[in-house]
């Protein structure tokens, strides 16, 4: 792909993850309890987009770069272990502001994080483009799948800490052009190109990170064992179309 068409492809795929910062509206005027339902479904395909685009996308793209599997290895290692540091710092953090402050500060705090988050995702999707198409696609459905669920409760956060509907959606919704920042840092900066083969394992670690610490614990929440099998049915159907973008790619294991 030439520089405009990874340009242009990278823009796309922002302003539909823009886009998504909206689905908060959807769920304010559904039923709790059926929003609550949609939510599960959603997190138990992005369990499954997220960890079927680390495996099948972003390892093998990723190991080519390497010399070694070891060295590849450790990359994504510690990716796991960067996230899970940064998690634990934004916590304990959070935690210790909000026995000091209002709520108004939660939701300070939550869209910070929320910028941070997209941010990153912006340079992620950039990258992914900038290597193959159908990697920054996959790569892009498999954040967005992961965005819509978080996106409702960053809403619901806002909401109770305060702020109107219109402004809650306002602000995740400038919140979420952060993206583009990190998109164009990616762009304009040589040396953060050169370092797309070490996003793309530790991105792998994020994703893995994110699917089985945070969305599979959740989903074992449940003890009904019809919501079980739906909530696999959906995994495996997020698992099947990461599945596809790499037959797309010509990738035939």
Known sequence: MDGWTVWLSTCLSLVCMSAISLVGFIAVGWKRKETFKVAQLLMAMAAGTLL???ILHLWPEGREHFETSLEFSLWVMGGILFFFLVEGQLHCRSCQR?????VS???CLNLIGDGIHNFMDGVLIAASYSVDFHLGLATTVAI???EIPQEIGDIGILLYAGLS???ALAWNLLCSFSAFGGALLFFLLPYTQQLSSVLLPLSAGSFLYLALSH???EMHKENNSKTYLTQLFFMLL????MVFFALARGNHF
């Open 105 to 107: 500060a939660l939701a």
């Open 238 to 241: 997020g698992i099947a179309l």
């Open 165 to 167: 509907l219109k402004r």
């Open 98 to 102: 909000q026995e000091r402050t209002s």
């Open 215 to 217: 969305l599979v614990p």
């Open 144 to 146: 967005a799948f992961h």
């Open 52 to 54: 079927g685009n680390a």
